[in-house]
């Protein structure tokens, strides 16, 4: 079955191109905050309010090493109608920390009337971003009880993911989650031809922005090239579909 379209938008008024290009989730999330910056939750409410009900809705929280910073922002994303919750673990280490964090969100989410779906996420360019490394990942969220992870890149200069961890790694993050019952996410400055790899390894969900965007990440979404992304997932006709997948 080929993955997901997770198109990230910085504004409502963004929305409405990722939805006649095919979007199958509409992330929101705030660039000038990082990678996973978190938005404001006017904006994650003006966003929700362009979608249609059954459409999914994604929040970045950010990365915060402090398990009750987290938790709060996961419940009030929450309340703003997302379904989707990510996080990163930049600044976190050991294990323990991560297991630790991911717990905190992860137990508020389950405590919430509309359980979201949390989604850790841990950055390709781990080495020199100081992220929490990838390879650990999948064992960490499941330890949790996490619903999915995520590889993405930290740093926002060009390289991809799949420059900067390699096919080879990334494959074996993908097994490894799988292997755990857990939901796979690919994002971090994926380019157009990178769409068929990704969609070759299995993954459930591919995440964009820049590509999605005229002008790169910085610019605005275009439905055009939306549509041009899920041609290249071999998903031809737009369409609506839940990440949840039991």
Same mark, same amino acid.
């Given at each position: 079955?080929?993955?997901?379209?997770?198109?990230?938008?910085?504004?409502?008024?963004?929305?409405?191109?990722?939805?006649?290009?095919?979007?199958?989730?509409?992330?929101?999330?705030?660039?000038?905050?990082?990678?996973?910056?978190?938005?404001?939750?006017?904006?994650? $409410? !003006?966003?929700?309010?362009?979608?249609?009900?059954?459409?999914? $809705?994604?929040?970045?929280?950010?990365?915060?090493?402090?398990?009750?910073?987290?938790?709060?922002? #996961? !419940?009030?994303? #929450? #309340?703003?109608?997302?379904?989707?919750?990510?996080?990163?673990?930049?600044?976190?280490?050991?294990?323990?920390?991560?297991?630790?964090?991911?717990?905190?969100?992860?137990?508020?989410?389950?405590?919430?009337?509309?359980?979201?779906?949390?989604?850790?996420?841990?950055?390709?360019?781990?080495?020199?971003?100081?992220?929490?490394?990838?390879?650990?990942?999948?064992?960490?969220?499941?330890?949790?009880?996490?619903?999915?992870?995520?590889?993405?890149? #930290?740093?926002?200069?060009?390289?991809?993911?799949?420059?900067?961890?390699?096919?080879?790694?990334?494959?074996?993050?993908?097994?490894?989650?799988?292997? $755990?019952?857990?939901?796979?996410?690919?994002?971090?400055?994926?380019?157009?031809?990178?769409?068929?790899?990704?969609?070759?390894?299995?993954?459930?969900?591919?995440?964009?922005?820049? !590509? !999605?965007?005229?002008?790169?990440?910085?610019?605005?979404?275009?439905?055009?090239?939306?549509?041009?992304?899920?041609?290249?997932?071999?998903?031809?006709?737009?369409?609506?579909?839940? $990440?949840?997948?039991?």
């Amino acid at each position: 079955m080929p993955p997901l379209l997770l198109v990230s938008v910085i504004a409502p008024d963004e929305v409405e191109a990722a939805l006649e290009g095919g979007a199958d989730i509409v992330d929101v999330k705030n660039p000038t905050e990082g990678s996973l910056g978190a938005a404001t939750p006017a904006v994650l $409410l !003006a966003v929700r309010a362009r979608l249609p009900p059954g459409l999914p $809705l994604s929040a970045a929280l950010g990365d915060a090493p402090l398990p009750g910073t987290m938790a709060l922002a #996961a !419940a009030g994303a #929450a #309340a703003c109608g997302a379904s989707y919750l990510k996080l990163g673990l930049r600044g976190l280490a050991r294990a323990e920390d991560a297991v630790a964090l991911l717990s905190a969100v992860q137990e508020v989410a389950h405590r919430l009337q509309t359980p979201p779906h949390v989604v850790a996420v841990a950055y390709a360019d781990a080495e020199r971003s100081h992220g929490f490394p990838p390879a650990e990942l999948p064992a960490v969220a499941a330890r949790a009880g996490l619903h999915a992870v995520m590889l993405d890149t #930290a740093r926002k200069d060009g390289v991809s993911t799949f420059e900067a961890l390699g096919e080879g790694a990334i494959a074996g993050f993908l097994a490894s989650a799988r292997a $755990l019952g857990l939901k796979t996410a690919l994002a971090g400055a994926l380019r157009l031809e990178d769409l068929a790899r990704s969609a070759r390894l299995g993954v459930d969900v591919v995440g964009v922005r820049g !590509a !999605a965007c005229v002008g790169g990440r910085a610019g605005r979404v275009s439905a055009a090239k939306v549509r041009e992304l899920r041609e290249a997932l071999g998903l031809s006709v737009p369409g609506s579909r839940s $990440l949840a997948r039991s």
